[in-house]
């Protein structure tokens, strides 16, 4: 029986997504999987986001998630207080959303959430030898886009 863990901050993963979790694990032969992420509500993206900076983690964002990078780094160089900055990320991010515009795949509503779960999965426990597999696994099911 494969264990799907999931981190303390996730609140929600859809029974199809653990389905599917568990299938992928169960044909490469690992016990567990580790769920890291799913749904982010803009406070939190801002605060991943910021995150990732600050640990000089380059992150790929299209048009709107670099918007919010540009404007945290702006007010890094500025040497604006944390919690400032993640307001701020936080109000930009709100404004795109309300333009239609998507900052990341984890900042969806609950109804969006509801149709597609958005998550990732940790490599870090998992064997070398086991991830490439893992992730062919996934790909192949035509529940995973």
């Known amino acids: 029986m494969v264990q799907i863990k999931i981190t303390a901050s996730i609140k929600k993963l859809g029974e199809t997504s653990i389905e599917v979790l568990t299938e ?5 032969g690992l016990e567990s999987v580790t ?5 982010r509500p803009p406070r939190a993206q801002a605060e991943s986001m910021l995150t990732n900076i600050e640990q000089n983690r380059n992150i790929r964002y299209k048009i709107a998630g670099q918007q919010v990078v540009d404007l945290a780094r702006s007010m890094r160089r500025t040497h604006e207080a944390r919690e400032d900055i993640i307001e701020a990320m936080t109000a930009k991010i709100e404004q795109l959303s309300a333009q239609g ?3 990341s795949k984890h900042c969806v509503s609950d109804a969006e959430y509801e149709e597609m779960n ?8 998992m064997p070398e030898d086991k991830q490439v597999p893992f992730l062919a696994q996934m790909v192949s099911k035509p ?3």
Do not use: C
């Open 35 to 39: 769920v890291t992420s799913t749904q």
């Open 118 to 125: 958005v998550i990732d999965v940790s490599y870090r426990d």
């Open 101 to 103: 515009m998507r900052v």
């Open 24 to 28: 992928a694990a169960e044909a490469v």
């Open 143 to 145: 529940e995973v886009i």
